[in-house]
């Protein structure tokens, strides 16, 4: 028994080795001997099939990248995301970041002059606060404006930001699942009330949240594809006092069209200037110049015409 037993052993532990192994793909062949075996039984050889796992090869290293956990935009360097860009998720709903109903006291957008770059839920200090998707903590920390701040990235590359909170309950390199707990709403930073300021980016590109997710009780995803214009990365272009008009994207050919409509040509006119002419279409300089492939002190002439672009 003693023997059998020692066999099964030395199978295990072999099956073990091998399994952990991506190349092994050959079937494992042990000839067993009789001293093992009963005294009237011949050798024995065994053949153990193995397979190979491909799992770790084709699994994305989410850290790979811009993984700076002292930094809570290390991608501010990054110019290389082109528009449109896509968005993946497995998931077809998400966990509310709070235990109450979400009222959302102001949106993504144009807020008093400056860009509001998430969205504000309501909530009182000290209620707790979990991360709507599966991920990893890259930053949780004090941060300026946002106060204390916790930011996950999801598998996905999504990362997602819950800034005023009066305590963080997770450390860096901490693995959260959906719905973990990660802290305490508050009002730290450059706060008016207690609230919990929810941020979603991909790649450095802070996302309007509300593209990309339906606040309401069915806290559904909006799509398990999700294609990105530079429409829905840019806050000039929707107001924090209402919601915008949604038309998400689903498809790579709905968001090039999508953008084809919404470029335009300006003519300048008398008086004109960049700062004048970006102001009247609600995009910023830089994005005029880029689309224009002109400087920020180039001169314009009457009738010259303008890319237009969100």
Not at 232 to 246: D, G, M, V
Request: net charge positive.
């Amino acid at each position: 028994m003693k023997y059998i037993l020692f066999v099964g052993a030395l199978f295990i532990g072999i099956i073990s080795s091998f399994a952990q192994s991506d190349e092994a793909t050959e079937p494992i062949k042990i000839m067993v001997p009789s001293t093992i075996l009963k005294p009237n039984i011949a050798p024995q050889e065994i053949e153990i099939p193995l397979v190979s796992s491909t799992k770790s090869k084709e699994a994305i290293d989410i850290k790979a990248k811009y993984w700076d956990t002292t930094v809570y935009n290390p991608y501010k360097d990054d110019t290389g995301t082109s528009f449109p860009f896509q968005i993946n998720f497995k998931d077809s709903t998400f966990h509310s970041p709070v235990n109450r109903e979400k009222v959302i006291t102001s949106r993504y957008g144009w807020r008093r002059g400056r860009p509001h770059k998430g969205i504000d839920i309501d909530l009182v200090t000290g209620d707790s606060v979990f991360a709507i998707l599966s991920g990893i903590v890259r930053f949780a920390q004090y941060n300026g404006g946002h106060g204390r701040a916790v930011v996950v990235r999801h598998f996905n590359g999504l990362e997602t930001t819950y800034a005023h909170l009066s305590k963080i309950g997770v450390k860096v390199n901490d693995t959260v699942a959906k719905g973990q707990y990660i802290g305490k709403g508050g009002n730290t930073g450059r706060s008016f009330g207690s609230h919990l300021h929810l941020v979603t980016s991909f790649n450095g590109h802070y996302i309007h949240p509300e593209y990309l997710f339906d606040f309401s009780e069915s806290n559904a995803v909006r799509s398990q594809e999700i294609w990105v214009t530079k429409k829905w990365t840019r806050p000039a272009y929707h107001s924090a006092r209402r919601q915008s008009k949604l038309a998400v994207h689903t498809t790579k050919e709905e968001a090039i069209a999508a953008a084809e409509a919404q470029r335009k040509i300006y003519i300048v006119k008398r008086g004109d200037t960049l700062s004048r002419i970006s102001k009247r279409n609600n995009v910023t300089i830089a994005s005029i110049c880029q689309s224009n492939s002109i400087r920020r002190n180039a001169t314009l002439r009457i009738g010259q015409k303008l890319i237009i672009e969100p």
